[in-house]
C-alpha cells in the first residue's frame, strides 16, 4: 500500500503532522482488511498526539475482534483509563457515602473501587464500558445525553417504576418533573429497581446521584426487592401522606418545554394544537406568532413587578380576572420562562384543565409560528450544503428555549403537495388577505423547506420527531398514544377529541376541517397546484418524501433530463398566473401605476422572471446528491419519524 509507506517514511522523518495525515488516509484506504495496518496507524496517530477519537474507535474494534489485545488494553490503559480513575473513585466514594446513610436504599455492602465489574473509559462526552470478565468493550454511552427514551408517565395511577435506569440526564429529569410525595397527598416516591447489585455498584462511578438524594425521592429497590413495590410507607416508616394536603403547582417546579415547531405553511399544526388542548398535565398556549411572543414576553418581564397583571379570561359568558403576576411576586430574577409559565399555568387554572394533584409536574407546550419560513442555502463546488433561515436563528436565540432544562420536539408534516396548494389558495383568497399582496414564489418556500433535516447538536433537535399530519386525522387512536408516549406524557380522554379551551369540535380558522374529519387529507386543491409544480415538489423532496412513507403520484422514479427539468420549471402554470394575476390587480391598485398598462405589464414581467430564475437555480442545486451540513461543517440528518402501533391502527397508513 502506496499511502502506508509514505506515512511510514513521514514517521521516520518525525514530520508528525504530516505522519498523522497519512495514517488516517491509511485507514480509510484499509477498510479493515489488515489488522496489523489497523493498528499501526492508529497506534501512531493516538502516541504522536494526533486524533485521539479516531484511534481509540479503532482500537476498540481490534481489541473487540481479538488482535493485539494485551497491546492495546496496555496502551488504552495508560493513555485513557489511568489519567482519570482518580476522577472515577471520588465520583464512586461521594455515591458511596451519600448511600450508606439513605434510608430508601436497603442494601449496604458496597464492592470495594479495584473489585467493580465494570471500568469506565473516557470517550468524548461520555465513555465506553469495559467488561474484565467477558474480555471485551462495550458501546459508547453518554450519560448526559439531552434524550428521554422512555415513556416513564404513561401511568399515573401507580408510583413511577423504572429498572436500570443509569442515564444521569433522564434521572435528573424524574426529580425535577415527580412531586414530593408530601405534595400530592399519596405515596410518589420514584421506584427505581437494579436487577444486578455488582452492575449498580460499578456504574455509581459514572452516575452523580448527589443531588438526586435530596428530598428522599427515590426508593432503590436491588434484585428481588422488586417484590417491595409500592412500599407501604404508613406501616413500614410511620409515614402517612394522606395526612398532608395537595401542594399548587408552583412556577418554579415547571422545566418541561414540548414545542410544537413548523415545517412550514397549511401542515396541520392547528389541528394538533386541538388535540393537546385540556391535557390535566400541559400548560398549554394556542397557536401564536413568534414576534408577538417575544414582544409579549419580553413586556411582561418588565412590567410584571411594577404593578399587579391580570390575566381576563372569558368563560361561560363572564370575564373572570385571574392574577398571574401573583405567581411570580416572591421570585427573583424572573426571566422569560417563568413569565411564560406563569401565564400558562394561569390560562390552565382559568379554563380548570389543569390536575393539580397530578403526580408529575406539567409541562409548557407552545407553538410559535411564522406566516412562514424562507430558506436560503449555500452550496459550494463538493455538494455540501449550509441551509440559512432568518425564522430559525430568530428561534434559536429565544430566551425561552435556553432556559427550558427539557424540551421535547415534535413537527407535524403533511404531504409537501398538499400544503403547497393549500397555501396557495390561503393567499388567494381575497378574505383571508389584505389588499395589494402579490403571491410569492410559494413553490420555492416549500422545496426549501428542509428542517425536516435538523443539526443534533442543536439542544431544540435533539430528542425530536416528525409526524403526519394524515396519520393523525386517519389513526387518531394510534398517532396520538404514540406522540403522547414520545413526549412522555399520559394519553388523556382530553386526547380522544379536539378542542379550543375546552370547547369542543370549533372551527379554529375559516375553512378548517373540524376535529378528526378526515376530508382535509384528501383535498388535492387541483386549482391552485397543476401537474408541473406537483412533479418537481414530489422529484424535488423524493428523500423527505420517502423518509415520510409517502408515495409519489407525479414523479415516475426517473432521473429527469436538464432540458426536461427547465421546462417543468419555466411552466410551473398555476403558480406563475397567480404571481402574473395579483401582481396585475395589485399594479391597478398602485396610484403611481394606475390606468398605465404598459407599466403595470413591465413591473410584472419584472417580477415574475427573477422568480422563474431562481427556481431553476433551486432546481438545478437540488437535482444533486448533496451533503447537508450545518456552520461547522458537521452532517445533518434527516429527523426521526413517529413510528406507530400498528394493532392500534383503525385503517391502513396513508400513502
Aim: contains cysteine; hydrophobic residues 35%.
Amino acid at each position: 500500500m502506496k499511502s502506508l509507506e509514505i506515512a511510514q517514511k513521514l514517521a521516520k522523518l518525525q514530520m508528525v503532522e504530516d505522519a498523522q495525515k497519512a495514517y488516517m488516509l491509511v485507514l480509510k484506504e484499509n477498510g479493515h482488511q489488515d489488522p496489523l495496518v489497523d493498528f499501526e496507524a492508529a497506534a501512531y496517530i493516538l502516541l504522536t498526539g494526533g486524533d485521539a477519537k479516531v484511534a481509540f474507535t479503532q482500537l476498540v474494534r481490534l481489541y473487540n475482534n481479538g488482535d493485539f489485545q494485551e497491546e492495546i488494553l496496555d496502551i488504552m490503559t495508560k493513555h485513557f483509563y489511568i489519567p482519570e480513575i482518580a476522577n472515577r473513585q471520588k465520583q464512586y466514594d461521594i455515591n458511596v457515602k451519600k448511600l450508606s446513610k439513605y434510608p430508601y436504599l436497603f442494601r449496604k455492602d458496597f464492592v470495594n473501587f479495584v473489585e467493580l465489574d465494570i471500568k469506565f473509559f473516557p470517550f468524548g462526552d461520555g465513555f465506553v464500558p469495559f467488561y474484565p470478565a467477558e474480555n471485551r468493550f462495550g458501546d459508547y454511552v453518554d450519560f448526559k445525553r439531552k434524550v428521554i427514551d422512555r415513556n416513564f408517565f404513561s401511568d399515573l395511577e401507580k408510583p413511577i417504576f423504572e429498572k436500570d435506569l443509569y442515564s444521569q440526564y433522564q434521572l435528573e429529569y424524574l426529580w425535577d418533573n415527580v412531586r414530593k410525595s408530601e405534595w400530592v397527598a399519596k405515596d410518589n416516591h420514584i421506584y427505581m429497581h437494579y436487577s444486578n447489585w455488582q452492575v449498580f455498584c460499578a456504574y455509581l462511578q459514572v452516575v452523580n446521584f448527589n443531588h438526586l438524594l435530596t428530598d428522599e425521592k427515590f426508593v432503590f429497590l436491588i434484585e428481588e426487592e422488586a417484590e417491595l413495590y409500592p412500599i407501604n410507607f404508613s406501616e413500614r416508616f410511620g409515614i402517612d401522606y394522606s395526612s398532608y394536603s395537595v401542594k399548587p403547582i408552583d412556577v418554579s417546579e415547571v422545566t418541561k418545554l414540548i414545542w410544537h415547531a413548523q415545517l412550514s405553511a397549511h401542515n396541520g399544526g392547528d389541528f394538533f394544537n386541538e388535540v393537546f388542548d385540556n391535557h390535566p398535565n400541559l400548560l398549554l398556549l394556542h397557536s401564536l406568532m413568534m414576534d408577538k411572543l417575544g414582544e409579549a414576553l419580553k413586556g411582561l418581564k418588565t412590567n410584571i413587578k411594577k404593578k399587579p397583571i391580570n390575566l381576563d379570561l372569558e368563560i361561560d359568558g363572564k370575564t373572570h380576572k385571574i392574577p398571574f403576576g401573583n405567581y411570580l411576586r416572591f421570585k427573583k430574577n424572573v426571566n422569560e420562562k417563568d413569565v411564560l409559565v406563569a401565564y400558562t399555568l394561569a390560562l390552565a387554572r382559568g379554563y380548570k384543565s389543569l390536575d393539580e394533584g397530578a403526580r408529575i409536574v406539567p409541562a409548557v407546550f407552545l407553538q410559535p409560528h411564522f406566516p412562514n419560513i424562507f430558506y436560503g442555502i449555500i452550496h459550494d463546488k463538493q455538494d455540501r450544503v449550509t441551509l440559512h433561515s432568518d425564522a430559525l436563528e430568530q428561534i434559536k436565540n429565544q430566551p425561552i428555549f435556553k432556559q427550558f432544562k427539557y424540551i421535547k420536539t415534535f413537527i407535524p408534516v403533511r404531504r409537501p403537495t398538499s400544503s403547497y396548494a393549500a397555501t396557495v389558495k390561503f393567499k388567494l383568497d381575497p378574505s383571508l388577505q389584505k389588499e395589494n399582496v402579490v403571491l410569492d414564489n410559494v413553490i420555492a418556500n416549500v422545496v426549501l423547506s428542509c428542517n425536516f433535516r435538523v443539526d443534533k447538536s442543536e439542544k431544540l433537535y435533539q430528542d425530536s420527531r416528525l409526524v403526519r399530519f394524515e396519520d393523525g386525522k386517519l389513526n387518531p387512536k394510534a398517532t396520538f398514544t404514540a406522540l403522547a408516549s414520545f413526549l412522555d406524557i399520559p394519553y388523556t380522554e382530553s386526547m380522544t377529541y379536539c378542542s379550543i379551551y375546552g370547547e369542543k369540535d370549533q372551527e379554529s380558522f375559516k375553512g378548517n376541517s373540524i376535529g378528526f374529519d378526515p376530508s382535509s387529507v384528501y383535498k388535492t386543491y387541483d386549482e391552485f397546484a397543476g401537474k408541473n409544480e406537483r412533479y418537481l415538489i414530489e422529484y424535488l423532496m423524493k428523500d423527505a418524501y420517502e423518509k415520510c412513507g409517502y408515495g409519489f403520484n407525479y414523479y415516475d422514479g426517473a432521473e429527469p433530463q436538464d432540458e426536461q427539468l427547465i421546462n417543468i420549471v419555466e411552466n410551473l402554470d398555476k403558480l406563475y398566473s397567480g404571481i402574473r394575476e395579483t401582481c396585475l390587480k395589485t399594479g391597478q391598485n398602485t396610484p403611481e401605476l394606475e390606468g398605465n398598462a404598459e407599466k403595470i405589464e413591465r413591473a410584472t414581467k419584472a417580477y415574475l422572471e427573477p422568480i422563474i430564475e431562481m427556481n431553476k437555480n433551486i432546481a438545478n442545486v437540488l437535482s444533486k446528491e448533496l451533503y447537508f451540513i450545518n456552520n461547522e461543517g458537521q452532517p445533518l440528518q434527516m429527523m426521526e419519524l413517529l413510528r406507530l402501533d400498528e394493532k392500534l391502527l383503525e385503517q391502513p397508513l396513508y400513502r
